[in-house]
């Protein structure tokens, strides 16, 4: 039985995205007694605070809300991070209190270009001080989409970047349990 429920979400909404690969490789390579969800945003509408909250944010907003720990998949779109991550994170972020995200541990990473989302991961940090995000500082995980490290289907069939997607949810864990009250 899992004591810790990790949610994972992807800024990619392609169907052959590295970067929801990256998260699919995550799930795989989990430590013992925690378990992953993938979640998936592709039917939020843009944030607009005339709307009514849609089914699909208060779906992410319930998986979210009972998740001890996020694994943000950063996308590099124009040196900042994408927008399906922003908006997901701005639907979270309506909630009383940030009650979904306040003090929730979270971790990041990316697949990119040459520079493996490091640009949009630093954006992304500066968002998640205001949702008062947990980030995990080290380690860290950029890598570079277009090498051989992916398959077509946006699967990791790299065994040293396997590795280092198992060390982040190991240190994730940690970071989680050190949290807790």
Known sequence: MADLTFVGISGSLRKASRNTGLLRCCAAHLPAGVRMEIADISALPFYNADLEKPKAAQDLIDLVSGADALVLACPEYNYSLAPALKNALDWLSREPDLAPLNGKAACLLGAGGGMGTSRSQYHLRQVCVYLNLRLLNKPELFSNAFTPAFADNGDVQDQGL????????????????????
């Open 162 to 181: 396997s590795k280092q997607a198992a060390g982040l949810m190991q240190a994730l864990a940690d970071w989680t349990r050190q949290l807790r009250p």
